[in-house]
């Protein structure tokens, strides 16, 4: 490599550091702020974005060199999405789910397009703000539910479904925007151009180039549900979970390149292969993993699109700003509790449902921005409906604890009166408080002793789940209807998966000190009031284990003593 070139890499590279230091720094201490003030951290890198961007301090010169950075995070995120989106929680009542999405989307678009057209917009620059603004933020909601452990409950799961529909939508409305740009008279350069190269009347290439395309993405599906299972399993032979944890994410980013060479996008490559490997053992632990990574990225994601706030363009169209703020979160949120009501939703579950997803999101921003590269939209139209979702993206946290307590004043109300009854995600908001039954214990290990304190609990009607790290017992016991799940019980998204938030006991029979150790730490930390149980192999290692949560602990050396002095004593008395 010349030596001119050399360095100019390396000032790249170390722009980019620089840049990810003033990021990740800002955004801590402004998380912190926000922490002490009981307010949701996403807002918080949001908000960081906007001060230290080029709009403003200008610490952050240039965003453009961390879009690498936000497709990981992106990727990552709907790999988590499909992880969690396993078929038997959407199972019941799917239709319903379907026509949820579908439906609220669709009739955003169409109310929403009339409205931005009052505002001053052509109809094409209407449409395509109003298809950008139906999408909401699939990033912010999910964990803002996942904090609040509503994500399995049926606002939750109904929040999930119309919120993957939208993922997939917004895949037909990026391929929709040359022809409004035709329609606008803008149409120049680009894929503008490669879709006027094309005869419209040529209706065999078309169907055609969509079937390879579908045939792509189900060979994608059928080879990933024979190989990806088999691998992860291999990768356990040596019980490395780091093979694991780098098989799950080659699997994301595979799926990922191999779709958008297909013609669709990154994003729709890493849902699938979530999506694939959610029906496995191993989602949960693979969840757990890959989260720690996905949060870091996450903030890097949501500075730089804070970033696009330009605050002088705030500033000087405020009150448009505002009311599109206003308009956006009532239009949003009274048509998609009216559609997922009518869907046959209560009324306490659509309420809340349609405020959590009464923001514009991510995808938004770059519909918006294809629109603006399509000459469809024009700068001030962009510096404005990127102001109103960013603010809206900041206000989403508010607007969730309003649908939430909005939802539970409606809780008596039914779903619409032309369903007889309230099926899956019909019920009574009331029925969700308790997902989980009371006296819940969770066992990690399936070893001898873990296997003798499930049989008593089983006797007893005491409900418990079981933590096992050997995916051979998982998948021998599931097959026997135990309540098992793979994992590392000292991840606490494991732990979650397994129901610590609402358990009564941790009984921790694993005989790796570090391992349990982690754990009573992290139930702790999650649930101060639970009462854990577990052992060690030597008196030095109980006072560690104390001083991180455990109330009871067990010494196998001391244990062992008393059994056999019990025997000895027994004994000498006959």
């Given at each position: ?90 199972k ?8 949820a ?15 931005a ?40 799961r ?17 391929a ?50 024979l ?7 291999e ?105 997922c ?8 579950i ?9 923001q ?105 789940t ?16 135990m ?12 732990l ?72 000895v ?6």
């Amino acid at each position: 490599m010349p030596a001119c070139a050399l360095a100019a890499a390396t000032v790249t590279e170390s722009a980019v550091i620089a840049d990810l230091l003033v990021i990740l720094a800002s955004a801590a201490v402004v998380a912190i702020v926000m922490q002490r003030l009981r307010l949701a951290v996403i807002p918080a890198y949001l908000i960081t974005g906007a001060v230290i961007g080029p709009n403003a301090l200008g610490l952050v010169p240039s965003p453009e060199g961390l879009g690498v950075i936000s497709h990981l995070a992106i990727i990552l995120l709907l790999f988590g999405i499909g992880l969690e989106l396993h078929l038997a929680m959407l199972k019941p009542g799917l239709p319903r789910l379907i026509a949820a999405g579908l439906g609220s989307c669709s009739l955003s678009v169409l109310v929403g397009w009339p409205v931005a057209m009052r505002f001053g917009l052509s109809a094409p620059e209407a449409l395509a703000v109003s298809m950008g603004l139906s999408l909401s933020s699939t990033a912010v909601v999910l964990r803002i539910l996942t904090d609040r452990r509503e994500l399995q409950r049926s606002n939750g799961r109904l929040a999930l479904s119309i919120l993957v529909i939208q993922d997939l939508i917004v895949l037909g409305m990026l391929a929709s925007l040359p022809a409004l740009a035709s329609w606008g008279g803008t149409a120049g350069g680009g894929a503008a151009d490669k879709v006027g190269e094309l005869p419209a009347h040529d209706w065999l290439w078309f169907l055609a180039n969509a079937s390879a395309r579908v045939g792509g993405v189900a060979a994608l599906v059928v080879v990933g549900r024979l190989v990806l299972p088999r691998l992860l399993r291999e990768s356990l032979r040596g019980r490395s979970l780091e093979v694991m944890l780098t098989i799950g994410v080659a699997a994301a980013l595979g799926a990922a390149v191999i779709t958008q060479a297909i013609g669709f996008s990154l994003e729709m490559g890493a849902f699938l292969a979530g999506f694939l490997l959610a029906g496995t053992p191993f989602r949960h632990q693979l969840s757990g993993q890959i989260g720690p990574l996905r949060d870091l990225f996450i903030a890097v994601f949501f500075a730089t699109l804070g970033m696009r706030l330009d605050l002088g363009t705030v500033i000087d169209w405020w009150l448009i700003i505002v009311g599109g703020v206003v308009v956006l979160a009532l239009l949003k949120a009274s048509l998609i509790s009216g559609v997922c009501w009518a869907s046959g939703v209560s009324a306490g579950i659509a309420v809340a449902v349609g405020w959590s997803l009464a923001q514009a999101g991510e995808f938004s921003l770059i519909l918006l921005g294809a629109a603006h590269d399509q000459r469809i939209i024009t700068d001030d139209v962009l510096a404005i409906t990127i102001a109103i979702v960013v603010i809206s993206l900041i206000l989403t946290p508010g607007m969730v604890s309003l649908g939430s307590r909005l939802g539970r004043a409606l809780s008596g109300l039914g779903s619409a009166p032309w369903f007889a009854s309230s099926l899956a995600l019909g019920g009574r908001q009331k029925r969700e408080q308790q997902p989980t039954p009371s006296n819940h214990v969770v066992v990690a290990g399936y070893g001898p002793m873990g296997r003798r304190i499930a049989d008593k609990l089983n006797e007893m009607h005491i409900p418990f789940t079981i933590v096992e790290l050997n995916p051979a017992t998982v998948q021998e016991q599931s097959h026997h209807g135990m309540p098992i799940i793979f994992g590392d019980v000292g991840n606490v998204h494991v732990l979650e998966s397994a129901g610590i938030a609402d358990a009564d006991a941790l009984v921790l029979t694993i005989p790796d000190e570090e391992a349990a150790l982690r754990a009573c730490a992290a139930a702790r930390r999650r649930v101060p009031g639970i009462f854990i149980a577990t052992r060690t192999r030597v008196v030095s290692k109980q006072a560690g284990l104390v001083e991180v949560g455990a109330d009871h602990v067990t010494v196998d050396e001391m244990a062992a003593a008393e059994v056999m002095l019990r025997a000895v004593v027994d004994h000498i008395g006959t």
